[in-house]
């Protein structure tokens, strides 16, 4: 397998038409989240403008085994978000995914990030974890008083890590231990049905781990 920096827009434009077939072979009954198709192809054509380039493809032969793409939004000193990792349906589950995260994690801590995030997407959270990625529930309030309502309400097995105001909404992060578990979105959506959720798989690039 060769993995290799995806700098033209042609590449982008192949690679947007792969990722868009692979999801049209898929059968998604029961998707939450829809895959972010159009936002992955505007963030890869923005890559391909800028001199690092933090984007890779996987081929075995001619065919395309898969590519990895960062986000340029949301991207501060530190931390950088993975946009999206797509695996051919023909190399599933043959170790293509956990190489070109690993070689990306590679780039990504050269060129000075130290966290690496993941936004949840349906299936894809064993695979994650497998990779030491650590789930953690990011809770979006519209005010302070909603917010405080989050953080006193916290169950076991959850513990309270970090809340600040970003885009208008007060965000309180929560650790929970593990176990990213749909029924606690529905939990705090049933506290006040202002309140949104997400869960955001990260990895601290200076840390070692013993599974890697
Ligand atoms: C998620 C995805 C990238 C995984 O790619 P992959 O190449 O099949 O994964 P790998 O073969 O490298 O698997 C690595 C480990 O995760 C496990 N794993 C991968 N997909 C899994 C799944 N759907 N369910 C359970 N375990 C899974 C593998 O068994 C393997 O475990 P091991 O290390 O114990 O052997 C692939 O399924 C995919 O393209 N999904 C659709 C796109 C998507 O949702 N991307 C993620 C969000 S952007």
Redesign the pocket.
Known sequence: MKITPIKTIDEVKKLYKFMVDRYNQETRENVLIP?PLSETYIEMMGQVEQKEKLQFKAMIGDDIA?FITTSDKDKNGSDIY?Q????SIK????????VLLKFIEQKIKKAGYKIVK?KE?E??N??YM?SNYVPYLYIYSPNAEVAAKVKNNLLSGMEFVDEYEKDGKYVTKIDVLGEPVCKYKKYFSSLDDSISSEYIYEKNLTKRYSFT
């Open positions: 895959f898969g993975i999206a990792i797509v695996v190399y599933l589950k043959v170790g293509v995914g956990k993941i997407r299936g894809s064993v695979f497998k």
